[in-house]
């Protein structure tokens, strides 16, 4: 429990008080915000604000997680460091569409297909690592089995090893590309993605902390409902890094911003929210638990479907939102910008209680 607190507390003191010598330095090296013409006009006032505070959190994230464990005399775990590999790893992907989009001041950076490889190389990395490093019981951080609260009767490793294994990094691969791409889209208004990873990821500190105390070594009775899962209290401890990161940055990142997380940040969080859910096993309960993500990713998904539809029947596209990721639609409306975020944020609060609610509901009747 200390060094939750502990990790948590560093890195939050750290974006808290090093966040505005980010900022003066990315403003020296020209690291600024590039907006479309396109989008919406109250937008067009943050053009310059500096961008890739990803790097901020990510730093933070990794000395609050380090510092914890060595402040307790622990030793890092196999799991705990494949999340910090997630969230470094994917954030270093964001870092170069950054750096492509501030240097040539565009809003396109990598194109399509070289960020997906980033993704698919940095997922199948960790997917290969995840079953390596058994634990004294044979326990590896990551199961090939499909995993909702916990491990299912889904094996994929049931059409084979080799088979199993592709099966595998591609299911890895949906998972965090999903994850990290919908935290991205998320990252369109001050403040929203940032509060809204604050919390998705919160849930793994409760998560994993739960976990720990009804771990298969430690429970004896009522045996059925124990959690097998390697690390459990780790995967505790470096989601409180993440959090900790988080909330000291949102302090400089809500409205009116004055440093935005990029692609650095929004991809590298969705890679460690995925780590999480893998590595707890809850993968598919990412879906309540990052239920704001799910909705913009689909309002932009609906709305390019649509589109495309509407033009082949009638040959002129036509748009359910006037602006797609969600956020921007209800901007155009006339909403304030910070009560968009708010109520997106409230929707993100409910998404993760249900996420939560359901993780205990099926401990108590599973």
């Not at 790893?89 to 194109?111: A, C, E, M, Y």
């Not at 309002?299 to 359910?320: A, D, E, H």
Request: net charge positive.
């Amino acid at each position: 429990m200390r060094a939750i607190l502990l990790a948590g507390g560093i890195a939050m003191a750290f974006t808290l008080l090093a966040t505005p010598g980010f900022i003066w330095l990315f403003r020296q090296l020209k690291w600024g915000q590039f907006i479309r013409d396109d989008g919406p006009e109250s937008h067009h006032t943050k053009r310059g604000t500096p961008t890739m505070g990803g790097v901020v959190i990510i730093f933070a994230a990794v000395l609050g997680y380090f510092v914890g464990k060595l402040a307790n005399f622990e030793t890092p775990t196999a799991s705990a460091l494949l999340v910090l590999f997630m969230l470094v790893g994917l954030g270093l992907v964001g870092f170069i569409d950054d750096f492509i989009k501030t240097h040539k001041q565009r809003s396109l950076g990598l194109n399509g297909w070289a960020k997906i490889a980033g993704q698919g190389v940095v997922a199948t990395v960790f997917a290969i690592l995840a079953l390596q490093f058994p634990n004294e019981t044979g326990l590896t951080p990551a199961s090939t089995k499909i995993s909702i609260v916990r491990d299912t009767g889904i094996d994929l490793m049931m059409f084979g090893t080799i088979a199993g294994v592709i099966l595998f990094i591609l299911w890895i691969y949906f998972l965090v590309a999903s994850a990290s791409n919908g935290v991205n889209i998320a990252d369109g208004l001050d403040g929203l993605a940032t509060g809204s990873s604050l919390m998705a990821i919160g849930a793994y500190t409760v998560i994993g902390f739960w976990e720990f105390n009804q771990s298969c070594t430690t429970v004896v009775e009522n045996i059925s409902s124990c959690y097998s899962v390697r690390d459990p209290l780790d995967l505790a401890v470096v989601a409180s890094a993440i959090v900790g990161a988080l909330i000291g940055f949102l302090w400089w990142n809500t409205s009116p911003a004055q440093i935005f997380m990029g692609d650095t940040g929004s991809l590298g969080l969705g890679g460690a929210l995925a780590a999480l859910a893998i590595l707890s096993r809850t993968e598919l309960l990412l879906v309540p638990i990052g239920g704001i993500f799910v909705i913009v990713t689909g309002s932009v998904v609906i709305q390019r479907l649509f589109f495309k539809l509407t033009k082949w029947r009638t040959g002129t596209g036509r748009r359910i939102f006037l602006m797609s990721p969600l956020h921007h639609h209800f901007e155009l409306k006339g909403w304030a910008q910070i009560t968009v975020v708010v109520r997106f944020w409230i929707i993100a609060g409910l998404s993760v209680l249900t996420g939560i609610g359901i993780f205990y509901i099926e401990w108590i009747y599973g």
